[in-house]
């Protein structure tokens, strides 16, 4: 998983990046979500002013926010990182520009 994730990560090409992340949906893991802060952070540009998600490829989203899932939660609790700050990014995001569906999916619950 890490090996893949990390190609996810050093990969720009969006296509080849969905693909990657698309099979590794359904693989918890507890560093995945670490792993692929840069790609959040890319995904998920914000200015001050607008929190759109960068692409409107659902799939690759949901794919995405799905490493969020209950393997992450130590991660997110941690005071000294970053990940919970990206989490709540991605969660404005996805709730402020009506892109509640990408986090739909009952498991995440």
């Not at 759109?52 to 995405?64: G, I, N, R, Y």
């Not at 609790?77 to 700050?85: H, I, K, R, S, V």
């Not at 569906?101 to 619950?109: E, F, G, K």
Request: with cysteine.
């Amino acid at each position: 998983m890490c090996y893949l994730a990390s190609h996810a990560v050093a990969c720009h090409l969006p296509q080849v990046r969905g693909s990657i992340l698309k099979s590794l949906k359904d693989v918890p893991d507890v560093s995945k979500a670490s792993i692929l802060i840069p790609v959040f952070e890319e995904s998920f540009e914000a200015s001050e002013k607008d929190t759109t998600p960068v692409t409107t490829d659902q799939e690759f989203l949901v794919a995405l926010v799905r490493a969020f899932d209950r393997s992450a939660a130590k991660a997110l609790n941690d005071q000294e990182g970053t990940l919970w700050q990206i989490f709540v990014k991605v969660l404005r995001a996805c709730l402020t520009n009506g892109m509640y569906h990408v986090v739909s999916d009952p498991r995440l619950h």
